[in-house]
């Protein structure tokens, strides 16, 4: 019998089997690409389109690529490094059970996770119906007017509050009051927010000093309710105080403790914010959790983070789709009200689908027992002989804990519990939804002096009452809308879920070819640690001794970062790309300051950046000043240095995108950053579009100061329909001493805390620690080359039908392509709007649209397609292309017609009455989707103007869904 040979062991063993699966394209593959492109090999192609001058020096000192298995192997050891004690830290943080269903079916669903931020609505409509139901959740609950659907952290949301007060009020004041009793890290976040804008901050630190800062000229005044240490106040006669002052009041409030508590809209608050993370998101050491911010109704327009609000289709059925925006209404460049883009969208709908889960009855009851426990604590602390600081409480009580303050931390500790230090004095105890009947008995015990009789529960219990203030009990409804009184059994919510996911496109049904935001693979085991309990239940001020894998994790990451990158220094606590730019300008900023050259302030920005750039820019105080680009799309040297002469003595900064926005690798960027450097100021390198040049060359090395990351983009965390992202911040040597630190969490920098935690969204750093893990130096720049490859065989094959806008002089592009679509109008009526919805009838998520340039595509498909997927792309562009020349020569009018018809319904497409000049059969494109693998868009085209001008951001009203 014959014997199939033996492998030699080695070939077995695959250390970088990973590589391929993450790559696309297979060597097959890839030589077919180069003979369309008409280069020899990789290598050649590559050396053709990167400059010489930039190219690498050396590889990048990565440890090698290793298998799936042993990745998480090598991860989990680091994970268990991580102590998990039962956490009554609070401050912002708490236990939470999420629900398994959600767990499953949203957190851990690409369905979900996978999704792009819904610019484009028709294929965005399941994930908008859930962040509208998060909107819904915050204005009943917190009894505003109008909320947005998610903010980075509940202390950048309260800075931005801040920012938002200022804008909209009419005191001139530039004094901001902070309550003491607001949580630490927020008080330290906008200590950081506030000084580059020139506004004073006040943080009182006891009544007497609040009374009277609040009676004193002020433009806004922000309370924590209930407070940090767990009181709480009737706030309403200070609201009247700063509405008495022109100015406005801020709450920042507990959504769990809103179920039970007066709301602050019934007391006067003009902006409320928070956190949602108690709402079934797991600590994560800080983040990701998705913050909140509603505001009263006058002050919609200059509301920060998106909105979703309620519109109509062209088939005059109601349909949701961003409000107040062609891509961000706060992002107008230099007039920006803020930087934020990527937001927290995937936390936002784990927050949602909890209440929808619990309903108002099932969250009170949460509340209700909370309260009780919190009450049945203190009754049996004071019983032991200990004082309470406040006689009011929702779940945290302060304990004047005198001299015993370490020795009971320390003994809670040994009963794997944390307690909140507050200071030498006094220890606070936070209990949540995961607390139990015998976590406060171990609680007693650490309290109990040895020999003390234990208190009992069962003492306390019977007719225990919470110790909210009667006139604060909360008396207004709250999420009475069907939704959040339907879905309660499993198999309810667990098919609401589904239906929602199912209106959706995502990365796991097809290509997203979106160009600046890098849609690739997500694989499922960079994805499978950010659940483990190590990495997922542990609180971000717990003892720095209980997070030391966090510790390694943070440290692993960073050096594999510089190396990737070429800079010295990495801070991981911006929390998106957008807080990665403030941070990073941030540094420039503090650098020119100990220099004493504290008056550059010019930021030059070409016209070509993304908008958060700008925005950034000014949010650190900087004057932008805009420079040109020339016909080919390149930074026009010429203005860039005629504005450098002009405004040398007060240049700060230059920020530009490499490679550009418009696809394309400047072979000037050297002379750029020297030019620069020699007018005194620093070169911003805006780093989102790293994916083409990891590995084959490094912005530290060609001449950047400092670059964010886009975490969410070059390095596998999923966009989860618009956040969480995670925007490192890059820095040289020279810079090191300004990335950004956190005091509350005991670590010095010399710019303060730009997040609420010290490691932002810390929970998800592990899926770009698996993936370069996985990948080592040779699969990432492999990813690169593979990248770039597949940008130009698009670009090729589709040059006869839409020409690229941009290339180098040879014709190729990076790692993404223009398409130009602009002769289209001309001739056929047809904008690159109507290309985009029509895709969605052929199964795609459209490509960028209308940046950098008006009426184009942007085309981006990353190394994890497969030349299939690619192929199938280009074929429905090209069938397009076919159908825009039936317009052309007047077979189909400009008006109706498959494009301008696009996306069609099912239900469009079955109508007895068909009136079109094309065959249901062309509408539904069915001639290029998979068998029986046909995507239906579930709405018509949305009318964004309707909506706008009926702006509606909560759930529809029953009767007018259907
Ligand atoms: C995505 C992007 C940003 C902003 O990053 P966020 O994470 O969304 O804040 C900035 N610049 C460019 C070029 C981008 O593509």
């Known amino acids: 019998m014959l014997m199939p040979a033996v492998k030699p062991l080695g070939e077995l063993e695959n250390p970088s089997e990973f590589i391929a699966r993450h790559i696309g394209v297979s060597e097959a593959d890839e030589a077919h690409m180069l003979s369309v492109i008409g280069e020899a090999s990789r290598r050649a192609l590559i050396d053709s389109i990167v400059p010489r001058s930039i190219a690498r020096s050396v590889v990048m000192d990565l ?114 009051v902070v309550s003491g009793y607001c949580h630490p890290q927020t008080i330290e976040v906008i200590r950081t927010r506030a000084a580059p804008l020139g506004i004073e901050v006040v943080v009182t630190t006891n009544a007497e000093q609040w009374n009277a800062a609040l009676a004193a000229e002020h433009f806004a005044a922000l309370a924590q309710y209930p407070a940090s240490m767990g009181s709480i106040e009737d706030l309403s006669a200070y609201a009247d105080q700063t509405h008495a002052r022109s100015g406005a009041f801020i709450v920042a409030a507990d959504l769990l403790a809103l179920t039970l508590l007066k709301p602050p809209g019934e007391m006067g608050s003009d902006i409320v914010v928070g956190t949602t993370q108690r709402f079934g998101m797991p600590m994560g050491a800080g983040g990701p959790h998705a913050a909140y911010m509603a505001c009263r109704d006058e002050y919609k327009r200059s509301l920060p983070g998106r909105l979703v609000g309620v519109s109509v289709d062209k088939h005059g059925n109601p349909a949701y789709r961003l409000a107040l925006q062609t891509r961000e209404q706060h992002i107008r460049r230099e007039k920006a009200t803020s930087n934020i883009c990527t937001a927290q969208v995937l936390p936002a709908v784990v927050a949602s689908m909890y209440a929808v889960y619990h309903g108002p009855q099932g969250l009170k009851r949460i509340a209700q027992r909370v309260a009780a426990y919190t009450a049945v604590l203190a009754q049996g602390l004071q019983s032991l002989g200990h004082t309470l600081r406040k006689r009011t409480a929702f779940d945290t009580l302060c304990v004047l804990s005198g001299p015993q303050t370490d020795a009971l931390l320390a003994r809670a500790r040994a009963a794997d519990m944390n307690l909140r230090r507050v200071c030498a004095e006094s220890l606070a105890i936070t ?241 750029l950053c020297a030019l620069v450097h020699e007018h005194g100021g620093r070169v911003y390198v805006d780093g989102a579009n790293m994916n083409a040049l990891v590995g084959v060359a490094a912005p530290g090395e060609f001449g950047g100061d400092v670059s964010h990351l886009n975490l969410h983009k070059t390095f596998c965390i999923p966009h989860g329909g618009g956040g969480p992202g995670v925007g490192p911040v890059c820095v040289v040597e020279d810079l090191v001493p300004f990335l950004p630190g956190h005091e509350t969490a005991g670590i010095r920098g010399g710019v303060g805390a730009v997040s609420a935690a010290p490691l932002g969204n810390a929970a998800v750093l592990p899926i770009s620690w698996m993936y370069i893990r996985m990948m080592g130096a040779d699969g990432l720049k492999h990813a690169t080359e593979t990248a770039i490859l597949s940008a130009n065989y698009i670009s090729k094959r589709l040059a006869d039908h839409y020409p690229t806008l941009y290339a180098s002089a040879n014709g190729h592009v990076a790692h993404e392509c223009i398409l130009d679509l602009r002769g289209l109008k001309e001739t056929s009526g047809v904008m690159a709007e109507d290309v985009a919805k029509r895709l969605m009838d052929h199964g795609f998520h459209a490509p960028t649209l209308s940046f950098p340039v008006a009426n184009t595509l942007m085309v981006e498909p990353t190394e994890s397609e497969t030349l299939e997927e690619l192929d199938r792309f280009i074929d429905a562009m090209i069938a397009i292309r076919e159908e825009i020349r039936l317009i052309e020569n007047g077979t189909w009018p400009q008006d109706d017609n498959p494009l301008k018809n696009a996306p069609h319904t099912a239900v469009s497409l079955m109508k007895a009455e068909w009136l079109h000049p094309y065959s249901r059969e062309d509408g539904a494109a069915s001639t290029s989707t998979r068998a029986n693998a046909k995507y239906w868009p579930p709405v018509g085209r949305v009318d964004n103007v309707y909506g706008d001008r009926n702006l509606f951001c909560s759930c529809v009203p029953v009767g007018e869904a259907e």
């Open 63 to 176: 440890p090698p690529a290793v298998t799936e298995a042993a990745a998480l192997a090598e991860l989990k050891s680091i994970a268990s490094q991580n102590q998990v004690l039962k956490s009554f830290i609070g401050q912002g943080y708490h236990g939470t059970h999420t629900p398994g269903v959600i767990l499953r079916n949203v957190l851990e669903n690409p369905a979900w996770y996978t999704a792009y931020t819904p610019y484009q609505a028709e294929i965005s409509q399941g994930r908008m119906e859930a962040l509208v139901n998060f909107q819904t959740m915050v204005t009943d609950l917190t009894g505003m007017a109008i909320a947005n659907a998610s903010m980075l952290d509940e202390a950048t949301a309260a800075a931005e509050a801040m920012t938002l007060a200022m804008r909209s009020v009419k005191s001139k004041s530039k004094v901001f």
């Open 431 to 671: 209990l949540d939804e995961t607390t139990t009947r015998e976590d406060i008995a171990k609680l007693w015990s650490v309290f109990a002096n040895d020999g003390q009789a234990r208190p009992t529960f069962e003492a306390f219990e019977k007719g225990i009452e919470p110790l909210i203030p009667t006139e604060l009990r909360r008396t207004s409804d709250f999420l009475t809308h069907p939704v959040f009184n339907t879905h309660h059994s499993e198999t309810g919510m667990l098919r609401y879920i589904r239906a929602l996911s199912d209106k959706d496109l995502a990365l796991d049904r097809s290509m997203i070819p979106l160009g600046s935001c890098t849609m690739k693979l997500n694989a499922t085991s960079e994805m499978i640690p950010i659940t483990w309990p190590e990495f997922a239940n542990v609180h971000p001020f717990a003892p720095a001794d209980q997070l030391q894998g966090y510790k390694v994790l943070d440290e692993q990451l960073r050096a594999w970062l510089c190396e990737a990158t070429g800079y010295a220094g990495i801070s991981l606590q911006p929390n998106a790309g957008s807080q990665g730019e403030y941070a990073g300008l941030l540094a420039i900023k503090a650098f020119h300051a100990s220099r004493d050259e504290a008056h550059r302030n010019i930021c030059l920005i070409p016209s070509s950046a993304h908008g958060t750039n700008p925005a950034s820019a000014q949010m650190v105080g900087m004057t932008v000043v805009v420079t040109k680009c020339d016909d080919n799309g390149n930074v026009d040297m010429a203005d860039l240095k005629a504005k450098c002469e002009q405004h040398s003595a007060n240049l700060a900064a230059v920020m530009i995108t490499y490679p550009s926005t418009h696809g394309v690798f400047e072979t000037t960027v050297k002379e």
